[in-house]
């Protein structure tokens, strides 16, 4: 496939990091080109109603959100392509991203491709998300008030966003596939002497059932092989986070976690290539933190593209 365009600036995804950077290079006159992938506004398009993101005092949803941000970054010139990433290439200046209708060479890019939660893959799971199973609880803690829930894992995510659940519910039941924790000694201490927080050892859910909620988990002993039903009011998975990074294995040094490396800039390991939002964030993982970053990406793509370094 042959060269279609080149362009100063290519932003790779349009999650939260990806349409707020596009606002801010669209602003700065670098017309952008946002290859938006399959999955518009990223994981934040299935969160029902966003409450934390600032500016919304009655929330907002995930995908309204998502499409006011498009809105605004059009309104200064961004351009929008629906197609998917097949390669990246990073070896030669100007960078080659190629997608299925060709490929676009850019001075700079910024990588905001996301991460996804890992799942269960169990049946039920994909039907009863947004109503009753959830991978975030700072987004939908909130809507738990009083029920009786469960979490899956065993690392510092499961047992943080526990702790943080018992802020709403009456009672976190913590499922793990083991007999002990991944998680460190501190968030253990946490978790075993809230009262609210139980644990359920060397067991797996091996389906999620219910009408229009979730109500019950089909549980398995992994010890014993034993089965049994257990009643529930909603369940948060926090099995892991696995940053889109394919493209870039061999071509950007990646953190010990699997996120880009970036520097103060959010450049990555390579000059002009920047990252933003959470294939770059192992920490926060918020929406208004990849909007930030996204803006922060965009300020520094368009001081490379300024003083005419990038790439060099
Ligand atoms: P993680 O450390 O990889 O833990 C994932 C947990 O999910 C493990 O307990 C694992 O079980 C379990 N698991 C994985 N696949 C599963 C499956 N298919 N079915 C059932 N259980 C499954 O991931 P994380 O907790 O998201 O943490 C990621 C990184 O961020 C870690 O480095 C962590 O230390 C860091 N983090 C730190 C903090 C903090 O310091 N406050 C907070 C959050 C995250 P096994 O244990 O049996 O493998």
Redesign the pocket.
Known sequence: MGLIEHRQLIILGAGPAGLSAAIYAARAELKPLVITGMVLYGQSSLTHTIENYPGFPKGVGGMELGQLFEEQAKAFGAEFLVDEVQAVDLSRHPYTVSVYGGDYTADALIIAMGANN?R?NVPGEEEFIGRGVSYCGTCDGWFYKDKDIHV???????L?EALFLTRFAHSVTII???DT????AI?ENRARTNPKISFLFDS?VNEIRGSEGVEELLIENVKTGEKSLMPTEGLFI????SPNTTFFEGQLEMEP?GTLKIDEHLETSKKSVFAAGEIAD?HFRQVVTSAGMGAAAAISATHCLENMSCGL
Do not use: C, N, T, W
Not at 238 to 241: R, T, V
């Open positions: 890992k269960l899956v894992g065993g690392g510092d995510s499961a943080e793990h596939r083991r924790l991944r998680a460190g968030l797996v926090f099995i892991g986070h976690g192992p």
